[in-house]
């Protein structure tokens, strides 16, 4: 049998666990993990389905817009990460997933709330663009690793 000493420490350190774990931010999002993740037809619906803010960056190999918008979405990705899911699906290789959407130029950012397509960004645009409709889904990246 254990003693008052024991259990009141065993209670200390399951206290303690409790706290660390109320403190931790919720997670919005969770399958933005802070990385630009690849689609295929076979997996679009599917993690689409499953989040709640998703950007999707329809591409080509080829493109040098789609080429200069890719260091753009990672840093997006980072800075929502937990926020909002990031991914991308070549143009070339998922044309029943394109075709879906009528994708006719690249680079085509379409936007997912809820797994519903709500909109999209076509052409090349800059981080504040991106990070203007970001921050009306989602209420803003997370500062928390600024400071």
């Known amino acids: 049998m254990l003693s008052d000493d024991e259990l009141e420490e ?9 706290m ?5 931010p919720k997670v919005a999002e969770p399958l933005a993990n802070g990385l630009v993740n690849q689609l295929h037809d ?13 950007f ?12 200069a918008l890719a ?24 044309r029943r997933t394109v075709g879906q959407f009528g994708v006719q ?8 709330k809820e797994g519903k397509p709500v909109g999209n ?5 800059g981080y504040a663009d991106y990070d203007m409709v970001l921050s ?7 500062t928390s690793s600024y400071v």
């Open 71 to 94: 260091p753009i979405f990672a840093e997006l990705a980072k800075d929502y990460e937990g926020k909002a899911y990031f991914a991308k699906i070549d143009i070339d290789r998922n």
């Open 105 to 112: 130029s690249v680079p085509m950012v379409i936007v997912f």
């Open 136 to 142: 009306q889904l989602t209420g803003g990246p997370d």
């Open 10 to 18: 065993i209670r200390r350190r399951k206290m303690k666990i409790l």
């Open 42 to 54: 076979h997996n679009f619906w599917q993690i689409i389905q499953q989040t709640k803010v998703a």
């Open 20 to 24: 660390e774990q109320a403190q931790k």
């Open 56 to 67: 999707v960056d329809f591409y080509g190999e080829w493109c040098n817009p789609c080429k």
């Open 121 to 125: 960004l076509p052409g090349l645009r």
